[in-house]
């Protein structure tokens, strides 16, 4: 009887068994990586309307991040400064610049009722509760710390156009609330650039953590792991982020 | 052997042949009647596989028209619920599971007999095994695909499946591994995976059979793809027994294994009728029983129909209905145990809920259940009913029906009393009646096409129990036999050459 399959056919069952690991190596790795905020969401920096620099400002000129940014310690959101703010200087500094038109026309010698459209780049969604000022001081006397803007924003003050710096992402959340200690810092320094506990800090920032309780919860639920390190319960409740 | 035995062989294959009571070892019933040769079993059983695809009978045709029609139903209804939302059911608090589970724990019941009759009783050496595992096995494979298209949809939002499975993902989030919901995951997936398996590799060698024989090119490479490159030689079956050897280990405890993780669903929670230790030896005999009674359903029409009563014969049928016998009686002990159980604990709640179950709001539920499960399988007791075929047809299609009942009761009944009575509720199906009619659909749909295009018994291994696989088989020109494992049938049928 005449073969029915050419000879190339005997190598299927390898091919098959190789193509499918592949493929399934190829699908976690999209669905992990290459899917992932890790992939589509680090790196976002967008064309702004107005070429501000934060290097220029924030870097060169040291101007605290809370002159613009002036609600990050008292609400939810940390604020994108008005027109008046930019022209609080700018009405004297550099005030014919041409790359400041587009603020001189928003501004119209205070009468003005357009706003800049500054692009957006740091979005989490809308099923996630987040507010920037529990994060610039929490834990009670003696325990107050904070967490810096550039543990989540990276260093602003090298940035030409800012871009996003961390995912983002739950499981970037997850492993703070996790692990708070290395991201604590005392409520001084919440926007130094560049900051670098002592080892004194690094005690008293496993105290602390020690103390905090996880979002939502009212009472703390930390527990040290065998390496010791402290741990929130953070994943306990989803609710805490989830509301 | 005496010839008063060849005498008294009755030629219907429906009757039973129960010969040579004086030799209760040799003197066993063929498996296979009417003495067919190797040759004559092939031709059975490829009869309407090989059938060119225009001529698919009539009735064949209608069947997989009208599962089509369900399955396309299914798909339709399917899009509805996506849309929707679980909202197009009755399920609401308090009876927060209803159809959708009652289903699920009914078809993976069903899935329970294929893996029975294959490992377990392979394992154990029951030889008339083969001739009912094949479509058994298939029946199991299809009923557990309609079990999990149960499951996956009570999840409302169909989408979100994903979640059931442990992958990384960048919620940092995982499946919560105490949970008895996410054991049924795994194993339901395990037992459709290697039942799949298990189906598959025995099917391997009549595949190749049906490629030998194909005429038409796409026959041959269909068969030829699926036959793997089977070439029976002695070192294939060397390695074919090893592999379903060890597929059957693999099996054995799934069949007792899956549907105890089932009865966890209900038994890991706290709710009285559900909060009971009995729970997993009690679901394992129900699903076995209710597999059984599908098989039965599927089997008693399907061997008149395809020709097949030499092969599937009353032995067969008999087998089947004494383990439903036992099966059904097992449940019914389980049955009593619980109002046992919920009397002797003295706990008010427990009392309740057993004495609502039988005289409450859903007691008409309740009794179809105790008459379809408890009663109508003790009249196999009487010989003349478990060989009868008409007899195991009805009774199997009660068990049936029973069985849905069972799932109904425990699900629902348990819910409708919560501890706070304002919230008391009566259940009313809305458009559940089509999901269910969906999966039967796909189940039936698949069904159909596996009895078309492949072999629905398995011809090698029925061979192997023919008395012409004994090598001590010496009918052809000895009259009657005198070796070990002679069958009185073996003398009647080859007698006749010497």
Redesign the interface.
């Given at each position: 009887m005449a073969q029915i399959f050419p000879k190339w056919t005997n190598e299927t069952p390898r091919l098959i068994t190789v193509g499918s690991l592949a493929g399934l190596g190829v699908t976690i790795f999209a669905l992990y990586w290459w899917g992932s905020p890790w992939n589509t969401d680090v790196g976002y920096g967008p064309k702004q309307p107005v070429a501000y620099s934060h290097k220029l400002h924030a870097g060169d000129l040291k101007m605290d991040c809370r002159y613009c940014h002036a609600y990050v310690e008292r609400g939810p959101h940390a604020g994108v400064p008005p027109t008046q703010v930019c022209m609080n200087c700018h009405k004297q500094v550099k005030k014919d610049s041409p790359a400041l038109e587009l603020v001189r026309k928003s501004w119209d010698d205070g009468k003005g009722d357009t706003s800049i459209p500054w692009v957006r780049i740091h979005k989490i969604p809308d099923f996630g509760y987040f507010d920037h000022s529990a994060h610039m001081a929490f834990g009670t006397g003696e325990n107050r710390a904070a967490v810096g803007c550039e543990t989540c924003h990276g260093r602003i003050d090298m940035m030409e156009v800012v871009h996003q710096n961390q995912p983002l992402s739950m499981a970037w959340c997850i492993d703070c609330h996790n692990d708070p200690a290395p991201s604590i810092r005392p409520i001084a320094n919440i926007t130094s650039m560049g900051y670098r506990p002592d080892n004194m800090w690094k005690d008293k920032a496993q105290q602390i953590a020690a103390t905090l309780h996880p979002p939502g919860a009212l009472a703390s639920a930390m527990r040290t792991t065998a390496d010791g390190k402290t741990q929130t319960f953070a994943t306990a409740g989803c609710s805490g982020c989830h509301r | 052997m005496s010839a008063t035995t060849e005498a008294t062989l009755p030629q219907d294959p429906n009757v039973r042949g129960d010969v040579s009571l004086d030799e209760p070892v040799k003197g066993r019933e063929a498996l296979v009647r009417g003495g067919h040769s190797f040759h004559e079993v092939t031709e059975m059983v490829l009869k309407v596989n090989e059938l060119p695809v225009a001529k698919t009978p009539n009735g064949l045709k209608f069947g997989i028209a009208l599962g089509g029609a369900g399955f396309a139903m299914f798909g339709g209804y399917i899009g509805y619920l996506f849309w929707m939302g679980p909202g197009i059911w009755g399920n609401n608090n308090p009876v927060g599971w209803a159809w959708d589970i009652v289903n699920f724990v009914f078809w993976v019941g069903i899935g329970h007999a294929g893996t029975l009759i294959s490992a377990i009783l392979y394992l154990f050496r029951q030889k008339w095994r083969t001739s009912i595992n094949r479509y058994a096995e298939a029946m199991t494979i299809f009923a557990v695909l309609a079990a999990s298209s149960c499951v996956a949809l009570h999840t409302g939002r169909i989408w979100m499946d994903f979640y059931l499975f442990p992958?990384?993902?960048?919620?940092?989030?995982w499946p919560n591994f105490r949970s008895p919901l996410e054991w049924d995951v795994f194993a339901v997936n395990t037992y459709l995976f290697v039942s799949l398996l298990f189906w598959f590799t025995g099917l391997v060698p009549d595949f190749a059979t049906l490629?030998?024989r194909a005429r038409v090119r796409w026959r041959?490479?269909f068969y030829?793809m699926l036959a793997l490159?089977w070439r029976g030689s002695t070192r294939h079956w060397v390695h074919y027994e090893k592999a379903y050897q060890i597929l059957a280990a693999f099996s054995a405890p799934l069949v007792l294994s899956v549907h105890t993780i089932v009865s966890f669903d209900f038994a890991v929670s706290q709710l009285p009728g559900w909060h009971t230790t009995i729970f997993p030896p009690y679901f394992v005999a129900g699903a076995i029983f209710s597999g059984f009674a599908m098989v039965q359903t599927l089997m008693l029409p399907a061997r008149a129909w395809l020709g097949l009563k030499d092969i599937v014969t009353v032995k067969h049928i008999e087998n089947m209905n004494k383990i439903i016998l036992l099966t059904g009686t097992l449940v019914g002990y389980a049955y009593a145990m619980e109002y046992f159980v919920a009397f002797y604990s003295g706990n008010e709640y427990e009392g309740f809920t057993f004495i609502n179950r039988s005289f409450g709001p859903y007691s008409w539920a309740y009794w179809t259940m105790v008459s379809c499960n408890v009663i109508s399988p003790q009249l196999f007791w009487f010989k003349k009913i478990r060989t009868s075929v008409a007899w195991s047809f009805v009774l199997a299609f009660f068990v049936n029906i029973g069985m849905w009942f069972e799932r109904f009761v425990i699900t629902v009944t348990s819910l409708h009393r919560d501890a706070l009575v304002s919230s008391w509720d009566y259940f009313v199906p809305v458009t559940e009646v089509f999901f269910l009619l969906g999966t039967f659909g796909l189940f039936f749909f698949l069904f159909l096409l596996f009895v078309r295009f492949f072999p629905v018994i398995a011809m090698a291994e029925v061979k192997s129990v023919m008395p012409q696989a004994n090598p001590h088989w010496e009918g052809y020109g000895h009259g009657a036999g005198h070796g070990p494992g002679q069958t009185a049938h073996a003398s009647a049928a080859h007698g006749a050459h010497s």
């Open positions: - | 992958l990384p993902n960048q919620m940092g989030l490629r030998d041959q490479l030829g490159g």
